[in-house]
């Protein structure tokens, strides 16, 4: 009796084939021969244009020889075949923090750690990202506060000691309020860790003047950091049905462990 001839699968034949491809351009890449891993993953894309992991590295490749703009549409495609690919999330908001887009990259750097909080790459990459900003901010109100030094340098003495319309009808925040605030705030740092610092960051970006200018036709910023800003409320919620603030003795702290 002849052996039974065994029929591969044409799709498993591509697939093992695009992987030993992008295997082998990732090993190139640990050399640093990017432009060699680059025609590699080439190879394996033209084998199958679709290839989530193929379309990954090579974005990866992209930005490590300084082209980010390919590179966001190589994570860009392949979130078009899996909107919660953890690896494209990145890979897409380290493209936008490449090519400047300090708010859309934040976006997208909070969407991953929303998806993944255990990944320390995104906290790293929001930690990155809101100090690019600020500094960005920092030298806009720098520039500004130097163009108008002329003017403030006219305000008479009169002006400091007399109280302006505006300040008069101004309503005073009552220590009542102040003191509320203050609670709610140290309520928030004990249920939320770290992210309480991210969650104050993305409400204060909300408030921001230019925050509308950063959206686009795809991409709704404001839109983006109300959903951040919802889910981080929503953690909160949930730790505090799990460990009531007001059952907790004075001086311990919470170890924070997102599941």
Known sequence: MGRKKVVKDPQEELEAECKLLIDEATNLMKVHNYTKAMSIYQKALELNPSDQNALVARSKCYLLIGDPIKGLQDAETALTNDKNNIRAIYQ????????????????????????????????LGVQKTQEAIEKTIGGFKSSKKQTSSAKSSTKTKRSKSMPTIHEESRPKTSAKTTHKVSLEKREARKLLGELCVDKEYLEGLLKHPDLKRADTGTEEVSSLVNDAVKFLNTRQEFWRQQRPCTALPKKKKIDMKWN
Do not use: V
């Open 92 to 123: 897409k908001a380290e493209a936008l923090y490449f090519l400047g887009q300090f708010e859309l990259s934040l976006m997208f750097f909070h969407r991953g750690l929303r998806l993944r909080p255990e990944l320390n790459s995104f906290r």
